[in-house]
């Protein structure tokens, strides 16, 4: 589990330095960040029961495992970064860092989906019609982050007001991110 477990520590590292660059934020911000970091904390337990699972089954599930934890650890890795570039955009202190940080977002939120895509893919016709589905969901709340970064870089005067309108989307966001878990798992 060597390289599991060097993974998770990874994780764990990440998940401290997120909070602490939350720290630092906007009044309000941080219990938000909290409960996401939170999840993301669950989300690295349930990360490390599936490899001690997997890791007693047979040689021939080893194949299945790599996969599944691989796929596992890169979304969590993404989620990290996703909510780091969230927290910067709830503390940007201006237009430029605030845009700037929504723009890093939105690759990140591409970069997810198209990484989910993959993995429904190569799921059987039942959940894959089901993984499907949320992935277009995914992709209205994307579109919607990338009308505030749109709206944002006509009307950097109002970036104030579309911070608030994405952290709205960003919640939607993440709610949907937890309910994929489950329908990908």
């Known amino acids: ?42 989300k690295e337990v349930l990360a490390l029961a599936a490899v001690q699972e997997t890791y007693e ?36 202190e201006d237009a430029a860092a605030f845009t700037d940080a929504l723009a890093a977002e939105l690759d990140g939120w591409d970069l997810y989906v198209e990484r989910l895509q993959v993995w429904a ?11 499907e589905e949320t992935l277009r969901e995914l992709r209205r709340y994307r579109n919607a982050l990338a009308q505030v970064l749109a709206e944002c870089r006509t009307a950097p005067d109002d970036w104030r007001a579309l ?14 991110i937890d309910e994929t878990a489950i329908k990908f798992a």
Do not use: C
């Open 1 to 42: 589990m060597g390289n599991a477990d060097v993974r998770l520590e990874e994780i764990d590292r990440r998940l401290d330095e997120v909070w602490e660059h939350a720290g630092i934020g906007v009044v309000g911000a941080k219990p938000r960040i909290q409960r996401h970091l939170d999840r993301l904390r669950q």
């Open 57 to 92: 089954e047979s040689w021939q599930a080893l194949a299945e495992y790599g996969r599944a934890v691989d796929h596992t650890f890169r979304l969590v890795e993404l989620e990290l970064e996703l909510a780091d570039a969230a927290s910067a955009a709830g503390i940007a």
């Open 163 to 176: 911070r608030a309108a994405a952290a709205v989307v960003r919640r939607e966001l993440e709610h949907a």
């Open 121 to 131: 893919a190569s799921l059987a016709d039942a959940k894959r019609s089901d993984a």
